[in-house]
Each structure stands twice: as structure tokens, then as C-alpha cells.
């Protein structure tokens, strides 16, 4: 796949945060009613999380338990679709499988993020029954997961780094001497780099990695981005997509800006 590119085009990539759940309620999140909804805003690009249950049904779920989000109660790993589906998230949404979301929105692009080791083969075989190759993006916090559902696939996808690729970058980055050589070495592979702002006292992006990554033909994607002013910055900063719950308000700040559509 050519890598994509969009600090070299003129729109910045926005990405729904487990799909649009209005305002600032979050009480939808990872329903089909809230990737419809960033649908219906013109959102190209949803972002989720995946887990098998028991007899290998991929969901589009965040959590581990159904505790949190659903009327539901178990770890999804440990249950059979057959359970997992009567659960209702905010008690009345029930949990897609993630085919629901590649066949019900065909013009979506989907950011999954493996959740567990459990969803890599059936995230595989899912992306291959859908043909969705050219819809998705793979990452983890695991580049072990990662890796394996990159391997498994037939055609190459888009891919964000783990949390260790990640910092190696971060850290080939800041070198004072051959950091742009190791940067692009770690950069096979992947097509954009998604990371915080910060964690906790430490400040992930600075001026000098964003060089560095749009120097090895990489994106920065910043997560996750709710309020205006904080829009505004990273974007002036250079930024190349904005992953966010508030849908709403990154389309009106990229409307006003030029940069929606």
C-alpha cells in the first residue's frame, strides 16, 4: 500500500473516537448509533476497539467487562457471542461486531485498535471475509499484536506503532546526532504515528519528533483532542489528524479552517 501522507495534502484527517455519542456524552460509544452519527457529520474515519468473545466473535467494544458501558456484566473473552449480545450498551444499543460496522458504513474507514491477544485471528479473518484492506488501520498498544495481524493478512494496510515502537521513535527522535537514520528504520511499516499530547509530566509531542516523523513521511495523529483552543494549537502546531469524542466540534473548527471535506 502507498503510504498515506496528509501533512504533505491540505485536509487534516479526523477520526471519531469510538464514533460520535453527542455532546459531551459518551454513554453510546462503540454503538452503530454513534458511527452513524459521525457518518452522518461527513466523518471519514471512526475510531474503535476490538475483542473476541469465548466462540470468536470479533466486537467493537473498549473495555475488557461489559461492566462499564452495557447493561451486561463478564469479561467478553470469557462469554459467548450468544450472551454478549443481549447486553444493551447505555441499557438499549446493542454491541456490534465489527463486520456490522465495515458492511453497514462502506464509506467509513475504520481505526481498530487489538485490545487482546484473543481478537488477532478473527480481526484477520474479519478484515479478509470484508476485503476491507484498504479501509483500515491497524494498532495496539501491543506491536506483538500488531505484527501478528499484519502478518496474517493477505495485502498490506495503513498501521500505527505500540506503545514500544512508539517510544523508540520518541527517543531516535530527540538524539542530538544519526536520529533521522533510526527514525526511518523504525518507520517500516507504519504509515502514521498516534499518540497524546502529553503523559502525565512528560510532553510526548514537541516540535523536534513531528520533524522527525514528517521527515520519515509519517502522520502524527494527537489523541484525544476535546476543547476548541486545543484544536486550534495542535493544528497551527502542524499536527496531521485530530482523534476526538467531540465529532461536532473538530468538523466546525476544520469548516471554519478550510479543512473539512
Excluded at 188 to 217: M, N, S
Aim: charged share 25%; with cysteine.
Amino acid at each position: 500500500m502507498t503510504k498515506a501522507t496528509s501533512h504533505l495534502a491540505s485536509r487534516p484527517v479526523a477520526l471519531a473516537h469510538r464514533g460520535f455519542s453527542g455532546g459531551t456524552s459518551h454513554a453510546l460509544e462503540n454503538s452503530m448509533a454513534a458511527f452513524r452519527a459521525a457518518a452522518e457529520l461527513g466523518y471519514r474515519w471512526v475510531e474503535t476497539d476490538v475483542h473476541a468473545t469465548v466462540d470468536g466473535v470479533l466486537v467493537a467494544f473498549h473495555d475488557t467487562t461489559l461492566d462499564r458501558t452495557s447493561d451486561g456484566a463478564g469479561t467478553i473473552a470469557h462469554l459467548p457471542w450468544e450472551v454478549v449480545a443481549r447486553a444493551r450498551i447505555a441499557g438499549h444499543e446493542p454491541i456490534p461486531r465489527l463486520e456490522e460496522l465495515l458492511t453497514q458504513l462502506p464509506q467509513v474507514c475504520v481505526n481498530i485498535d487489538v485490545k487482546s491477544a484473543g481478537a488477532v485471528t478473527p480481526l484477520i479473518e474479519c478484515i479478509e471475509r470484508c476485503g476491507a484492506h484498504d479501509r483500515v488501520r491497524i494498532a495496539s498498544f501491543s506491536d506483538a499484536r500488531r505484527r501478528a495481524v499484519l502478518a496474517g493478512l493477505t495485502r498490506p494496510v495503513r498501521s500505527s506503532p505500540g506503545q514500544s515502537r512508539t517510544i523508540a521513535l520518541w527517543l531516535a527522535a530527540h538524539l542530538p546526532v544519526l536520529g533521522s537514520p533510526l527514525v526511518a528504520r523504525l518507520a517500516h511499516g507504519i504509515d502514521a504515528v498516534q499518540i497524546p499530547e502529553r503523559q502525565g509530566r512528560l510532553r510526548v509531542l514537541t516540535p523536534r519528533l513531528l520533524r522527525a516523523l514528517h521527515g520519515a513521511g509519517l502522520d502524527v495523529h494527537v489523541w484525544t483532542v476535546n476543547e476548541r483552543a486545543d484544536m486550534e494549537r495542535l493544528l497551527d502546531l502542524g499536527v496531521d489528524g485530530l482523534i476526538t469524542d467531540r465529532a461536532d466540534v473538530l468538523k466546525d473548527v476544520l469548516v471554519e479552517r478550510g479543512g473539512w471535506g
